[in-house]
């Protein structure tokens, strides 16, 4: 069955600071891999996207994800974080024109 | 372009009550999900449309939700009668359904409460 873990329900950094969110992923094909936020009150907004190609995909807003097939894995990075990136943060994964199926979402909270 | 619109974004009603949800799509977008997010737990797949057609409703929970999309375009959830546990967030989405574009859009998500 197709299922996304973020083990990080919560996680605190300081603005300015690196940030690494993980993602890790079941999937029995090549899956189409993305990376969603959602800021208060505000729809899911697409961060960025994979299927193929370069594994280093960049993304809106400075963030960029790293594929890695041996590690199911699809953690998203951004090298220095702002207070307006404090969010909800979802990894998901589907096949093309398909259903997504998303992971429980990691919450970002920037310190000053 | 406008994005993926919700009506209403809140929604309170009692249990066994009835609501309707509506969305409009991204215009040309024949792919249509429905998501629902209960409290604490993840996004989850209710159903998909192709323009008018339903191509998978496995995310259902029950008979007590109906989909709809007359025409193609705009699609309504109703859910009859509600139950404390269809509380939630119901999010919509779009996408084309062929070409090189394939993510989906969402709208805000209506939010659901059921007393």
């Known amino acids: 069955a197709q299922s996304v873990t973020q083990p990080d329900i919560h996680i605190t950094v300081s603005e300015g600071a690196s940030l690494e969110l993980r993602c890790n992923y079941s999937y029995g094909a090549t899956p189409y891999l993305f990376w969603y936020v959602q800021s208060p009150g505000q729809g899911l907004q697409l961060l960025l996207k994979y299927f193929s190609g370069d594994t280093l995909v960049q993304g809106i807003k400075g963030f960029e994800a790293e594929f890695k097939r041996s590690q199911s894995s699809f953690n998203l990075r951004k090298p220095s974080v702002h207070w307006s990136d404090a969010a909800e943060y979802f990894c998901?994964?589907?096949?093309?024109?398909?259903?997504?199926?998303f992971g429980t979402g990691t919450r970002l909270l920037v310190s000053p | 372009e406008a994005g993926v619109t919700q009506f209403p974004s809140h929604s309170v009603i009692e249990k066994g009550q009835t609501v309707t949800l509506r969305c409009d799509p991204i215009?040309?977008?024949?792919?249509l999900y429905w998501y629902r997010r209960v409290m604490g737990k993840e996004i989850k797949f209710l159903l998909h449309?192709?323009?008018?057609?339903?191509?998978?409703e496995s995310g259902m929970p029950n008979n007590r939700f109906l989909a709809e999309r007359t025409g193609g375009t705009y699609s309504t959830l109703k859910v009859q009668p509600a139950e404390l546990e269809d509380s939630g967030v119901y999010f919509c989405?779009?996408?084309?359904?062929?070409?090189?574009?394939?993510?989906?859009?969402f709208g805000p998500g209506t939010r659901l409460t059921v007393t």
């Open positions: 449309f192709v323009k008018e057609s339903k191509q998978d």
């Open positions: 989405a779009s996408s084309h359904a062929q070409g090189e574009t394939y993510e989906q859009y």
């Open positions: 998901a994964v589907g096949e093309r024109f398909q259903k997504l199926v």
């Open positions: 215009s040309g977008h024949d792919n």
